[in-house]
T-cell receptor, first 112, second 113 residues
Framework: EDKVVQSPLSLVVHEGDTVTLNCSYEVTNFRSLLWYKQEKKAPTFLFMLTSSGIEKKSGRLSSILDKKELSSILNITATQTGDSAIYLCAVEEGTSYDKVIFGPGTSLSVIP | ETGVTQTPRHLVMGMTNKKSLKCEQHLGHNAMYWYKQSAKKPLELMFVYNFKEQTENNSVPSRFSPECPNSSHLFLHLHTLQPEDSALYLC????????????FGPGTRLTVL
């Protein structure tokens, strides 16, 4: 059965800390891995990763995919209270049909 | 504010009611999606439409009926729902299905009494 696992499920850090969120997957036909940030309601897109070993960066956030280990990490440096959110990892898989499997999310709380 | 809008934002309905959720995207995309997010569960993909054709039905019960009259509009018709169907229903769109970034709407918070 296809699945996406994230760890930790929740995390509390102080402002300025660096955090690493983990995502691992087991899918039949991997196409890409996606990271989303969810605050209040709708998730907002962060990164799409398709190639192993290539880091994607956006400000203080960065992510990298390891296809050999079937995993990805999302790093956030110098965390701020505005980073508090649920971070969702999702994997697109399939051949002729779309299928996106989401992980349970990591709930990050950044305290002043 | 994103280019994907959803109405209503909140909906309370009884188990015998019939209601519809509406999604509209103003991004010129060709693919649209319905997701369900229940409390303490991962986000679940329900339906995918690509160029108005349904390409994915992720084992969704027939009490949920999608409709995609054109590439900009997507509906989710609801009838005889159960309390466990209470959840946040998210709509998303992308340029085409597959390897494209999905943009999400704000969601409809549905409560079934």
């Amino acid at each position: 059965e296809d699945k996406v696992v994230q760890s930790p499920l929740s995390l509390v850090v102080h402002e300025g800390d660096t955090v690493t969120l983990n995502c691992s997957y087991e899918v039949t036909n991997f196409r890409s891995l996606l990271w989303y940030k969810q605050e209040k309601k709708a998730p907002t897109f962060l990164f799409m990763l398709t190639s192993s070993g290539i880091e994607k960066k956006s400000g203080r956030l960065s992510s990298i995919l390891d296809k050999k280990e079937l995993s990805s990490i999302l790093n956030i440096t110098a965390t701020q209270t505005g980073d508090s959110a649920i971070y969702l990892c999702a994997v697109e898989e399939g051949t002729s049909y779309d299928k996106v499997i989401f992980g349970p999310g990591t709930s990050l709380s950044v305290i002043p | 504010e994103t280019g994907v809008t959803q109405t209503p934002r909140h909906l309370v309905m009884g188990m015998t009611n019939k209601k519809s959720l509406k999604c509209e995207q103003h991004l010129g995309h060709n693919a649209m999606y319905w997701y369900k997010q229940s409390a303490k569960k991962p986000l679940e993909l329900m339906f995918v439409y690509n160029f108005k054709e349904q390409t994915e039905n992720n084992s969704v019960p027939s009490r949920f009926s999608p409709e995609c009259p054109n590439s900009s509009h997507l509906f989710l018709h609801l009838h005889t729902l159960q309390p466990e169907d209470s959840a946040l229903y998210l709509c998303a769109s992308s340029q085409a299905s597959g390897r494209n970034t999905q943009y999400f709407g704000p969601g409809t918070r549905l409560t079934v009494l």
